[in-house]
C-alpha cells in the first residue's frame, strides 16, 4: 500500500508559477513509477507528466511540455510538478500517482491522492 497526498495548489495569474508536491508512505517509494494528472470540471481526468526512476525515464503530455517539469526527492518520499508560464487552461485539480510500471493512462495507476486545486487566472 501506498499513501499519497498533494499540496501547493492555489490561486495564480497566468504567466505564474506553481511547485507541487507529492508526499508519499507506505511501500518502497523508489519502486514506484509517478505520475501528475488533472482533471477540469466537465472533463475526464487526462495524463501531465511521469517519471520511472528505475528507468530514468520521463514522460510529458504535449500540452505542459517545456513549461512542467516533474522530479523526485527519495530521501523525502517526495514528488514535484514544477509548472511554471501557467496558462488559464491549466486550471485543474492535480492529483499525483503511484504504479509499478511507467504508464500514462490513469487506469494503470493504482494509487491516487486526493488532489489539489490549481486556478489559474487570465
Known amino acids: 500500500q501506498v499513501q499519497l497526498v498533494e499540496s501547493g495548489g492555489g490561486l495564480v495569474q497566468a504567466g505564474g508559477s506553481l511547485r507541487l508536491s507529492c508526499a508519499a508512505s507506505?511501500?518502497?517509494?523508489?519502486?514506484?513509477?509517478m505520475g501528475w494528472f488533472r482533471q477540469a470540471p466537465g472533463k475526464e481526468r487526462e495524463f501531465v507528466a511521469a517519471?520511472?526512476?528505475?528507468?530514468?525515464?520521463?514522460v510529458y503530455a504535449n500540452s505542459v511540455k517545456g513549461r512542467f517539469t516533474i522530479s523526485r526527492d527519495n530521501a523525502k518520499n517526495t514528488v514535484y510538478l514544477q509548472m511554471n508560464n501557467l496558462k488559464p487552461e491549466d486550471t485543474a485539480v492535480y492529483y499525483c500517482a503511484a504504479s509499478d510500471h511507467l504508464a500514462s493512462v490513469a487506469y494503470e495507476y493504482d494509487y491516487w491522492g486526493q488532489g489539489t486545486q490549481v486556478t489559474v487566472s487570465s
Open positions: 507506505g511501500r518502497t517509494f523508489s519502486s514506484y513509477a
Open positions: 517519471f520511472w526512476w528505475a528507468a530514468n525515464t520521463f
